[in-house]
């Protein structure tokens, strides 16, 4: 238990559908990460949120939308997928985004897009 | 081309044997971290190497950095099946917080 933790834990859905991943830190955090985990290819950084300010966009297509109502809440709002899309995506949060500081990583959500 | 390259990316051994992993770029680092993600959760932070040469412990596990800075080593003495999982390098570039991961080795330790 990492004290970050991510709903649902598995997902199915439709190239037509629209659902939200959640996820919630308990650390008092003030950055939240989302990472998006393929079979055979490194852990690549989606978004980072500082202070619910979105500081960083690593080229995401826009059918990933996130959200960050607050520093202990992250949503990634996900809409018209692809197959490819199908991943394990971790988020994660650290007390700021500065460069000595630990990320603490989610369980993650396995998301299948048929 | 991948910023970090791991090797090997997959090992299987049997309990109680040692084994060593690696993780190798061209560039230079300030620092470089090691994660362990067990099967089903997220990566979790072993050690955070940031000198070179620098060698740290982690009970059975020993990290070290490359003198130049550009390299690391995990090596486990004694593996037992609780080490299975995949092991994980990664970096920031300096002043950057964010992470560039490596792909990783899966390790698995057979009883």
């Known amino acids: 238990e990492t004290g970050v933790t991510q709903t649902p834990r598995h997902l199915v859905m439709g190239m037509t559908n629209k659902k939200s991943l959640k996820c919630e830190q308990h650390?008092?955090?003030?950055?939240m990460y989302w990472y998006k985990q393929s079979a055979k290819k490194p852990l690549e950084l989606m978004f980072v949120?500082?202070?619910?300010?979105?500081?960083e966009n690593n080229s995401v297509p826009s059918r990933f939308s996130p959200e960050c109502p607050n520093s202990s809440h992250l949503f990634l709002h996900l809409h018209t997928l692809q197959p490819e899309d199908s991943a394990l995506y971790l988020c994660?949060?650290?007390?700021?985004?500065?460069?000595?500081?630990?990320?603490?990583f989610g369980p993650g959500t396995r998301l299948t897009v048929l | 081309t991948q910023l970090l390259e791991q090797s090997p990316q997959f090992l299987s051994i049997q309990e109680g044997e040692n084994l060593t992993v690696y993780c190798n770029s061209s560039?230079?680092?300030?620092?470089l971290q090691w994660y362990r993600q067990e099967p089903g959760e997220g990566p979790v932070l072993l050690v955070t190497?940031?000198?070179?040469?620098e060698v740290k412990k982690l009970k059975r596990l020993t990290f070290q950095f490359g003198d130049a800075r550009k390299d690391s080593s995990l090596h486990i003495t004694a593996a037992q099946p609780g080490d299975t999982g995949l092991y994980l390098c990664?970096?920031?570039?300096?002043?950057?917080?964010?992470?560039?991961f490596g792909k990783g080795t899966m390790l698995l330790v057979s009883p």
């Open positions: 994660a949060s650290s007390h700021t985004t500065g460069a000595t500081d630990t990320q603490y």
């Open positions: 650390l008092g955090h003030n950055a």
């Open positions: 949120y500082n202070f619910k300010e979105q500081t």
């Open positions: 560039s230079v680092f300030s620092s």
């Open positions: 190497v940031v000198t070179g040469g």
């Open positions: 990664a970096v920031k570039a300096t002043g950057y917080s964010t992470l560039t």
